[in-house]
Every structure is written in C-alpha cells, then in structure tokens.
C-alpha cells in the first residue's frame, strides 16, 4: 500500500392530526421513560416525509436522517465532524493508484433480518448498484450518477463510463472494490448514506429494485417502503401516513453502542410554526432548523438550541435552456449583481451566516480566495442587461414548500426578498410554488421546468468534488448547460492524486466558474441549528446533519 490512509485522512478533516395524536405521542414518551435515562420514546419533529426508505433512491434530508439510524455505511463520521471513523469496515487502505480499496470488515455483524453482514453482501450492494436498470431507477440515484458516474448499462442523460468497476469478497470478512480511476471523492464517499449496505435476502425478496414512472411521479418498491433492512442501531416499526409519523424500536442486536431509547418517532410537521408550538406543548421534544429569529426566545423558555458549523451552500440556480437571455453571461452576471445577498444574510439566515463567494465553504480544500466577486451593484446590473439586450424579460422562478433545509431556513421568505430585488432591475418574476418532495425537486433537477430557483447543499465530506463538482461536473436539467471544457477540466482535477496539484486544480475551476460561466449564483453558507428539550441528553449535532440518535436519552 503506497499511499496511506492517514494521507487521505488529512485530506478529509473538515472544519462538517397535532391534538390527541400529539398528546398520545408526548404520554407515550412520559410513561415508557425508564430509569438513568434508559428507555422511553422521543418524538422528533420533522420538516418533511421521507420519500422512501431505500437510501440509494434518496437524496434529501428527511429521507436520510430516518436511514441513518437504520443502516450503517462501511466507513463513518466521527460524531460532530465530518472525520472518518471506522463502520462496518474496521480498516481500509488503498492501492498507490487510489483504484483500488480493500475493506476489512467487523465480525458477527447481522442485519435486522438476522442475516450476516459479510463481504459477499457488501459485493451484492455494490454491484446492484452498479447493474441497475431502467431509465426510472437510474434517474433517481442522484449519488450515485454524482460519485459512480455512469452504470453498467447507462439509460439516462447525464451519465458517463462507470467508475465502478467490481467488488470481490477475497474471505468473508474481506471486500475489495475496483475503481477504473483514482476520484477525490474516496474514501469520504464511501460513508455517503446513499451508500448504506442493505441485506441482499431483503432487497431480493421485497423486489428492491422495481421502480416505475408515472407522469412526473415515482412508484418504489415494497422494501423501499416497507421493509427496510440494514444494520443500524433501530428498526422500522411502522410509517404511519395517515398520522405523518414515522416509527423506529431499538435494535437489540446492534453491534455498536445500543440505542438508549426504546423507541423513536419522527412526527412529520412540515411548518416550522407548528413545530415551535409542539414541542412547547411537549407534545414533541425536539425538532431540526429552527427559526433563527426563535433562538433567543427558545433559549429563554429552557431548551437547548445546538449549532452547527456552517458546511453548506444556498445558491440561487439559473437554468440556461428555457429564456435564450440567460445564456449570455452578461445576464447572470447582471442577477448576480443585483441581488442585495449581504442584507439577505442578515436578515434571513441565522447568526454565523456568511454571504458566499463560490459553491463551497473556506474550510474546503481547493477553496479560493481570488474569484471573481459580485458585490451588491443593481447600477451594474442594470447597464448589463441593457447591454444584453434582455431588459424586462420573465422568469419563471421556483421555490421549495414544505421544506426546511439548513441552508434554507424559510424559503418562501428567501424566495420573496430576491424576487424583489430582480423585479427592481426590471425583470419580471413568476414565483412557483411546489412541495419539495412533492414535485419540486423532480421539475428541477430531472425536468428543468424552471428558469430560475432556489436549492443548496449540505456537504458530505472535504473535496471540492462533493461541492462544485456535484454541481457542475456533468450537463444537467437544473443548469441547462453543457460544456465540456469544464466537465473535462474537473474531471482532471478530481483524479489528481498529488494532494497540492489536487487542491491547486480545483482553485482554478473555482476561479473559472465564477467568472467564465456563472451558472448560478451562490448566496451563502449558514450554520443551521437544531433545538431539543432540557431533558434529551446526547445528541451530538453534526456538521454534515449526520446525527445519529442511538446516543440520545430522554432523562
């Protein structure tokens, strides 16, 4: 082994029906609370249902902050960083080349089915994902498309040669993967929840990989909706639509720290109001992104909000398709400029928020100083319209509804301060409103319905890859612009081995987004909060929204 995985360590540190439901929910929490803060319920207040329970159909929070306590990954976070810790794997190491990865995995683990977790099944994962098929399926793995690149068979847009290449298990307790080349990406990405190792007995016998379109919408399987199975510290007791309640019971069989709680519910609650007002009622103890202007006030009424750091990008996402202005730079360089981002901060996003300068915050490496800047000039922004011949031109602009996003605390307040300032260059706007998992990100990212919209993301591990690149790495719908110069030069970038040639290639993309292409606008990085009752011990907020909840008692 050549290059250590310390090497690679280091290259990773990161800075990372409310009345009687309600009061049946918050009575079942008091009388199953057991003694030295063992057992009892909590009930977490969530911002959105999950779309489903599979993690590599997933690509939102609220899905994975259910599958993180269901399914393990073969590398993890240490909790509050975004630093490698050993999971199913106990070691890792790498080839000098990076293209291949050896993972030594834990003894005795089982999957919630009772069925061993052994090299065999980490191959079965792997390769399932890697053999997919069906253009509906495919279009869902947004990780994987991001990271793995292509597939065995590509049957959607946007894919290319597949990195992935094979998975053998030498022994039981041994896998090896095969990389057609060396990605940054690695070993972070290996700990991405999209990556979480399923029982193949499972995912065989619900028929996991029967995915079906219709219309704008998707049909999962009955494991992705039903019968998850994985290795994590709790099980999937009951979704419960009807009710919008999730509900996980303790794993007894876990092979890590036992889960404290006898059970877990997320209560889905998708306005932030009426999660303020329930857990005052103590009909929930906890909920995730609170207001920033509630802080001060939840803090005065005894419970504890806790901080994040700021590892994420808000960005404002113009897509170059639909208005032919918008292909000419001059008129995103004009939205840029004339969109008052540093009032937006300070107005609209938590204390600690920072107005952006590019797709990726300082604590990334390959982050730079010397990009092109856009401050607050709507003067500017006018005469570059002017000269763009695109004065008074319509956009459609779209915003999520149902949806609180750490980067995006309020998104129709967000979404209503920049449609005033663009409406102040003469632009004329048409907000869109749709349910962020009810369509909105399947018109964005998939149909690219809209010309202008709000979207983010909360960074999984230290590379430019999982920021600019995720982005900008490949033609996409959300962006509606293909250029292979770019696409090429971050391809180059992210299989630089040498970590200074890395970190350097990276600066210059960052350098030539912002100015030679400027497919979007960044707005800001923000450090999201998450605020639970007095007597909920142990949760560790993560930069990367990685909390795991088998730490957490209810005292």
Known sequence: MVRSTRTLLRRLAVIGLAGAVA??????????????????????????APKNFDPIFNDDGEAFRVARQLYDTLVMYKPGTADLQPG????????????????????????????????????????????MKGAAAQSQMIYYGDVFE???????????????????????LTAVIQLSKYKGAFPGAFGLTAFSISSPDALKKYDADKLVKSGDSFTYSEYANLHPTGTGAFKLEKYDKALGTVTLVRNDDYWGEKAKLDKLIFKIIPDEAARKDELRAKTIQGYDFP??????????????????PAFNILYLGINEKNVPQLKDIRVRQAIAYGVNRQQLVQTKLPKGAEVATQFMPKTVDGYAEDVQKYDFNPEKAKQLLKDAGAEGISLNFYYP???????????????????????????????????????????????????????????????????????????????????????????????????????????????????????????????????????????????????????????
Not at 159 to 169: E, F, I, N, R
Request: hydrophobic share 35%; net charge negative; glycine share 10%.
């Open 291 to 308: 207001s920033p202007t509630d802080y001060n006030a939840l803090e005065k009424d005894n419970f504890n909000v806790l901080i994040r």
């Open 150 to 172: 292509g597939f065995e068979k590509n049957e959607t847009s946007g894919t290319g040669d597949p990195v992935y290449k094979s998975c053998t298990a030498n022994n039981e």
């Open 401 to 555: 509804t149902e949806v609180t996003r750490p980067y995006m605390p309020n998104p129709q307040e967000i979404a209503t301060v920049i449609k005033t300032d663009l409406e102040n260059l003469g632009f004329k706007i048409n907000l869109v409103a749709k349910p962020f998992t009810g369509g909105y990100k399947d018109d964005i990212q998939q149909l690219g319905k809209h010309d202008l919209h709000l979207l983010g993301w909360t960074g999984d591990f230290n590379d430019p890859s999982n920021f600019v690149g995720t982005f900008f790495g490949r033609a996409k719908p959300e962006f509606g612009f293909d250029d292979n110069g770019l696409f090429s030069a971050m391809a180059n970038a992210d299989s630089t081995v040498d970590p200074k040639e890395h970190k350097a290639a990276w600066q210059q993309i960052n350098r030539d987004v912002m100015s030679k292409y400027l497919p979007a606008v960044p707005v800001s990085h923000s450090p999201p909060g998450i605020v639970v009752a007095q007597n909920v011990k142990g949760l560790k907020p993560s930069p990367l929204t990685d909390e795991r909840f088998n730490t957490v008692s209810v005292n």
């Open 23 to 48: 009061i049946s929910l918050a009575a079942c929490a008091e009388s199953q609370r057991g003694a030295g803060g063992k057992g009892g319920t909590l009930v977490f207040g969530a911002a959105g």
């Open 88 to 131: 199913l794997a106990e070691q890792w190491s790498s080839s000098g080349d990076g293209k291949a990865w050896t993972f030594n995995l834990r003894k005795g683990v089982k999957f919630a089915d009772g069925t061993p977790m052994n090299a065999a099944a980490v191959c079965f994962n792997f390769d399932r994902w890697f053999k």
